[in-house]
């Protein structure tokens, strides 16, 4: 039966048929569902397992890469995992990973879920981040006058790191913005302190109390002080806390105008969705269209992120 035969009789032909102009068997529309289907799950699966698209906003890590740039990430070295939120909202569902190809090293330059502010438990909303990871799981970080040691080695250097300042912060010079909250420290001189590890033994006092609050209760537990001041953990008394999971120290390549592991705290590692590999795309984000169009950075398209 023809779409004219059909409205002949008072039924109208669907969208598609009036669309394209000619009739659509049960069979062929079956057929295209089937491979519409096809194609989101092919785009599901590889969105979420082994390749993903990143603008980057901000200038934490020039010149390295720039705002405005587009990333290809790869999710399948560090292990790809499901959506963590519901697409295009921050609420936030139950999620998996799979098996990774290799564990986070130093100097890779990582995308991962912002895991908050340095006081708050939990970001307020799902971002992506973009950092260098400095120091892994185990390591001893100190950075003294900008140089970061790790386990008492000087750390090779980015090639594009920047820095905005001529001097360093002198040493006696409090941040009290800076990670973990009284603890003195400043952006140019940081630790010596431990990346926590799973398994490691945190000893709980009330003096360390303020300093390792934040970090216990984003594990998931409840901390607080009793009224002798002793620490609780879970409604009960402890003078230790054994670390559930591992860590990485992530930093940006442009020292002076990066918020990053010096601020705001430790990555947990299954936090991290991937490393970028290329950027594919680059114009300027202060720019406007049609302006835009004029500040195409072509020469950046196809550099490889190292």
Same mark, same amino acid.
């Given at each position: 039966?023809?779409?004219?035969?059909r409205?002949?009789r008072?039924v109208?032909?669907s969208?598609?048929e009036?669309?394209?102009?000619?009739?659509?068997?049960r069979?062929?529309?079956k057929?295209?569902g089937?491979?519409?289907a096809?194609?989101?799950v092919?785009?599901?699966?590889?969105n979420?397992f082994?390749?993903?698209?990143?603008?980057? /906003?901000? #200038? *934490?890590?020039? !010149?390295?890469?720039?705002? =405005?740039?587009?990333l290809?990430?790869? &999710?399948?070295?560090?292990?790809?995992?499901?959506p963590?939120t519901?697409?295009?909202?921050?609420?936030?569902?139950?999620?998996?990973?799979?098996p990774?190809?290799?564990?986070v090293?130093?100097?890779?330059?990582?995308?991962?879920e912002?895991?908050?502010?340095?006081?708050?438990?939990r970001?307020?909303?799902?971002?992506f981040y973009?950092?260098r990871?400095?120091?892994?799981?185990?390591?001893?970080?100190e950075?003294?006058?900008?140089?970061?040691?790790?386990?008492?080695?000087?750390?090779?250097?980015?090639?594009?790191l920047?820095?905005r300042?001529v001097h360093?912060?002198?040493?006696?010079?409090r941040?009290?913005?800076i990670f /973990?909250? #009284? *603890?003195?420290? !400043?952006?140019?001189?940081? =630790?010596?302190?431990?990346?926590?590890? &799973?398994?490691?033994?945190?000893?709980?006092?009330?003096?360390n109390?303020?300093?390792?609050?934040?970090?216990?209760?984003?594990?998931?537990h409840?901390?607080?002080?009793?009224?002798e001041?002793g620490v609780?953990?879970?409604?009960?008394?402890a003078?230790?806390?054994?670390?559930?999971?591992?860590?990485?120290?992530?930093?940006?390549?442009n020292?002076?105008?990066?918020?990053?592991?010096?601020?705001?705290?430790?990555?947990p590692?299954?936090?991290?969705?991937?490393?970028p590999?290329?950027?594919?795309?680059?114009?300027?984000v202060?720019?406007?269209?049609p302006?835009k169009?004029?500040?195409i950075?072509?020469?950046?398209?196809g550099t490889?992120?190292?």
């Amino acid at each position: 039966m023809s779409a004219h035969d059909r409205k002949g009789r008072g039924v109208k032909p669907s969208i598609l048929e009036r669309i394209l102009g000619v009739r659509i068997t049960r069979e062929q529309l079956k057929a295209f569902g089937k491979d519409i289907a096809w194609v989101l799950v092919a785009f599901f699966f590889l969105n979420s397992f082994v390749l993903a698209s990143f603008e980057v /906003p901000t #200038g *934490s890590m020039e !010149n390295e890469i720039l705002p =405005g740039d587009f990333l290809f990430v790869n &999710k399948f070295l560090y292990g790809g995992s499901t959506p963590r939120t519901i697409p295009a909202t921050n609420i936030r569902i139950p999620w998996f990973r799979l098996p990774e190809f290799r564990s986070v090293e130093r100097g890779d330059v990582i995308v991962f879920e912002f895991p908050g502010y340095r006081d708050s438990l939990r970001s307020s909303e799902f971002t992506f981040y973009l950092k260098r990871a400095i120091a892994i799981a185990g390591d001893t970080l100190e950075i003294r006058n900008r140089v970061v040691y790790i386990n008492g080695v000087a750390s090779p250097l980015p090639r594009n790191l920047v820095y905005r300042t001529v001097h360093p912060r002198s040493h006696a010079e409090r941040d009290p913005q800076i990670f /973990p909250p #009284g *603890s003195g420290f !400043n952006k140019d001189h940081w =630790g010596p302190m431990r990346i926590p590890a &799973k398994g490691d033994v945190i000893e709980l006092t009330r003096e360390n109390f303020v300093q390792w609050a934040v970090f216990v209760g984003r594990e998931g537990h409840s901390i607080a002080l009793d009224a002798e001041r002793g620490v609780l953990v879970d409604g009960e008394p402890a003078t230790r806390y054994v670390v559930e999971r591992s860590y990485i120290f992530g930093m940006g390549d442009n020292r002076d105008n990066s918020l990053d592991s010096r601020f705001w705290g430790f990555i947990p590692e299954d936090h991290i969705i991937g490393t970028p590999m290329v950027i594919y795309w680059s114009i300027p984000v202060e720019e406007s269209w049609p302006a835009k169009l004029a500040a195409i950075r072509f020469g950046r398209i196809g550099t490889i992120i190292r």
